[in-house]
């Protein structure tokens, strides 16, 4: 069943964009943005606007000759790189292989229904390409000191919605990409899959956002109502705020995406996903009644602002609870090391 009962709203966008405006008006904000044209004049927009094997040419006059990652299934999957039946294992195979070929096949299957789905994503440029970046840079944008800059290079292809702990700034190279985008609270709509089993490292909704199933997931439906969707051309970027899930789908038979992720925080801050499972560890299993008292620990203390809940301490001797330093990250660490080392009693 695939009755639809409403569609996504276009996420707002803006031309013109310069580091300014970003940081001032766009970010902010909190919410996706669709940045036209933001990186129109990358020659590598050029040569994906030639031709898929002009693009694939001038991608490798920068490949290192490292093995990449690279997703493949037959094209029966209809580019959709998710689970099996059972959800105990993959529709996809994950191996290694020389950018090179991957390239040389995605041109070669241009026009023909029965070429494989092929899929290298998370592709790091500084290991895999560099230079591409000293050529084609939309770090302008992004004040972070820490950046992981990746390329994603494939064919019609579609990636389940999920979200990423940081910041992303994500621009279209060759091909068109369509990114449809949920806010975290509506994670209660999407039907998540396994945490321990996921496709590429971070849980994935088992709703088909192309063909949803309302019958089998019937609180898709509301998702929908909060869902953006952002529909992008060579020289679009969109940003995705953290913890936002976003559905990507490349439209085209050869696609090409390079992104951007970086944190608002200091490195010795760790991943918030560290403490999740720390909590399926220790919080999780619980009988309801701990489970809602250490829910009020965690409101007070975690979730709201430390001026609150600290006012009555005087800043000297608040401790591992005052504001995080790289001295009590560290401290942290040694005690949660200490902790789980040691068998339960």
């Given at each position: 069943?695939?009755?639809?009962?409403?569609?996504?709203?276009?996420?707002?966008?803006?031309?013109?964009?310069?580091?300014?405006?970003?940081?001032?008006?766009?970010?902010?904000?909190?919410?996706?943005?669709?940045?036209?044209?933001?990186?129109?004049?990358?020659?590598?927009?050029?040569?994906?606007?030639?031709?898929?094997?002009?693009?694939?040419?001038?991608?490798?006059?920068?490949?290192?000759?490292?093995?990449?990652?690279?997703?493949?299934?037959?094209?029966?999957?209809?580019?959709?790189?998710?689970?099996?039946?059972?959800?105990?294992?993959?529709?996809?195979?994950?191996?290694?292989?020389?950018?090179?070929?991957?390239?040389?096949?995605?041109?070669?299957?241009?026009?023909?229904?029965?070429?494989?789905?092929?899929?290298?994503?998370?592709?790091?440029?500084?290991?895999?390409?560099?230079?591409?970046?000293?050529?084609?840079?939309?770090?302008?944008?992004?004040?972070?000191?820490?950046?992981?800059?990746?390329?994603?290079?494939?064919?019609?292809?579609?990636?389940?919605?999920?979200?990423?702990?940081?910041?992303?700034?994500?621009?279209?190279?060759?091909?068109?990409?369509?990114?449809?985008?949920?806010?975290?609270?509506?994670?209660?709509?999407?039907?998540?899959?396994?945490?321990?089993?996921?496709?590429?490292?971070?849980?994935?909704?088992?709703?088909?956002?192309?063909?949803?199933?309302?019958?089998?997931?019937?609180?898709?439906a509301e998702a929908l109502t909060d869902a953006e969707v952002?529909?992008?051309?060579?020289?679009?970027?969109?940003?995705?705020?953290?913890?936002?899930?976003?559905?990507?789908?490349?439209?085209?038979?050869?696609?090409?995406?390079?992104?951007?992720?970086?944190?608002?925080?200091?490195?010795?801050?760790?991943?918030?996903?560290?403490?999740?499972?720390?909590?399926?560890?220790?919080?999780?299993?619980?009988?309801?009644?701990?489970?809602?008292?250490?829910?009020?620990?965690?409101?007070?203390?975690?979730?709201?602002?430390?001026?609150?809940?600290?006012?009555?301490?005087?800043?000297?001797?608040?401790?591992?609870?005052?504001?995080?330093?790289?001295?009590?990250?560290?401290r942290i660490r040694a005690i949660l090391l200490k902790n789980?080392?040691?068998?339960?009693?």
């Amino acid at each position: 069943m695939t009755v639809m009962t409403s569609q996504p709203t276009p996420a707002a966008e803006w031309s013109a964009v310069d580091a300014g405006l970003f940081e001032r008006t766009i970010r902010p904000r909190g919410r996706p943005a669709i940045l036209r044209g933001v990186v129109q004049e990358w020659p590598a927009i050029a040569a994906g606007q030639t031709s898929p094997q002009a693009m694939s040419a001038y991608l490798k006059t920068f490949y290192s000759g490292h093995p990449a990652p690279l997703f493949e299934a037959p094209a029966a999957i209809n580019g959709r790189f998710f689970y099996n039946e059972r959800l105990d294992g993959f529709n996809f195979e994950s191996k290694r292989a020389l950018l090179t070929d991957v390239l040389d096949r995605l041109c070669h299957g241009i026009g023909k229904p029965s070429a494989p789905c092929l899929y290298s994503g998370s592709v790091s440029l500084p290991i895999y390409l560099p230079g591409f970046s000293a050529a084609n840079n939309a770090r302008r944008l992004v004040f972070a000191e820490s950046v992981l800059e990746s390329i994603w290079i494939g064919n019609r292809t579609c990636i389940p919605a999920h979200f990423d702990n940081t910041g992303n700034l994500a621009c279209v190279v060759a091909g068109r990409r369509r990114f449809t985008m949920f806010p975290p609270d509506q994670i209660r709509n999407l039907y998540v899959g396994p945490l321990d089993l996921t496709p590429a490292g971070q849980p994935v909704s088992l709703v088909d956002i192309r063909h949803p199933d309302l019958a089998r997931f019937p609180r898709y439906a509301e998702a929908l109502t909060d869902a953006e969707v952002a529909e992008l051309g060579p020289g679009d970027a969109v940003y995705i705020p953290a913890l936002w899930w976003h559905h990507v789908e490349a439209l085209d038979e050869f696609n090409v995406l390079v992104n951007y992720w970086w944190r608002d925080v200091a490195d010795y801050f760790d991943s918030p996903s560290s403490s999740l499972l720390h909590c399926l560890l220790t919080i999780k299993s619980l009988p309801a009644d701990q489970r809602r008292r250490w829910q009020a620990l965690f409101e007070y203390l975690i979730f709201q602002p430390d001026e609150a809940a600290l006012l009555h301490l005087p800043p000297e001797t608040r401790g591992l609870f005052g504001e995080l330093t790289a001295d009590k990250a560290e401290r942290i660490r040694a005690i949660l090391l200490k902790n789980l080392s040691r068998k339960p009693s």
